[in-house]
């Protein structure tokens, strides 16, 4: 029932940004999680940012890779989740999918290319 539609990959040369968007449609219930993964070819899918919602509170992370670069937040109807990314790198190049973690059910968007150059 859940549907998870990512939006605003493109190509984009190192140094610059892009912002991801994260559309959840569907049932989601009180304490949940959204993330960005992503996975180069050949590489194992990582996680790369997530945030937690509980109640009015949100709880951010990030993999040590990306501090300081990018920013995960949610809009004021915690159904979507943005990535905004700067001083973009080309080790950045992957397919970025969206996640939702919800009472022990967990839902996957298709993906969206992020692709770098140097």
């Known amino acids: 029932q859940v549907q998870l539609v990512e939006s605003g990959g493109g190509l984009v040369q190192a140094g610059g940004s892009l912002r991801l968007s994260c559309a959840a449609s569907?049932?989601?219930?009180?304490?949940?999680?959204m993330a960005w993964y992503r996975q180069a070819p050949g590489k194992q899918r990582e996680v790369v940012a997530r945030?937690?919602?509980?109640?009015?509170?949100?709880?951010?992370n990030y993999a040590d890779s990306v501090k300081g670069r990018f920013t995960i937040s949610r809009d004021n109807a915690k159904n979507t989740v943005y990535l905004q990314m700067n001083s973009l790198k080309p080790e950045d190049t992957a397919v970025y999918y969206c996640?939702?973690?919800?009472?022990?059910?967990?839902?996957w968007g298709q993906g969206t290319q992020v692709t770098v150059s140097s």
């Open positions: 945030i937690t919602s509980s109640g009015s509170t949100n709880y951010a």
């Open positions: 569907g049932s989601i219930f009180g304490i949940n999680t």
């Open positions: 996640h939702l973690g919800n009472y022990g059910l967990e839902y």
